[in-house]
């Protein structure tokens, strides 16, 4: 995962006027957060911007990765090895949590009430994807999710 500079490359995105843009992480961070979108949101031209404001001072993006419920990541946390996780929940948005099914047949369970809003559920699991016996649901920042020690990178089985 490679930030690119906006002087290089811009990311590609719906050009349709009023169309939600492509989420991005950007740097430096703007207002403390360093996720954004780019697109037409606002007009006609393509711009970085987040709740509806634009975004100025953007100097590199990455795209945002996607929080597919089953996909696989490696923790990056040298205290912990390398371990395999995998998504279980998506409770970035309250109004759609997302979940792995095949999690259900191992009794991991997360619901509106025991989902924790606005953060990824993970689990660990052996280098196939496979759940452990009694696995338990650990809820972590999805700004953990860029690849750097102490986050999470994807995974290739």
Known sequence: MQYTDVGSQLPDCDMTPGSFGVEVRI?????????GFYGCRRGNLPEFYRYGAPLTGVKSWIYAPTFDPGSLWVELDKRMGKRVVRIVVDARDRDNIRTDPSAALYDIKATAGTARIGQ?????????GDFRHKAKITWVNPKRFDGRAGGYAPYEV
Not at 120 to 128: D, K, L, M, Q
């Open 27 to 35: 740097r430096p961070s703007i207002a403390g957060d360093n996720l």
């Open 120 to 128: 990824i559920g993970i689990v660990v699991v052996n280098s196939g």
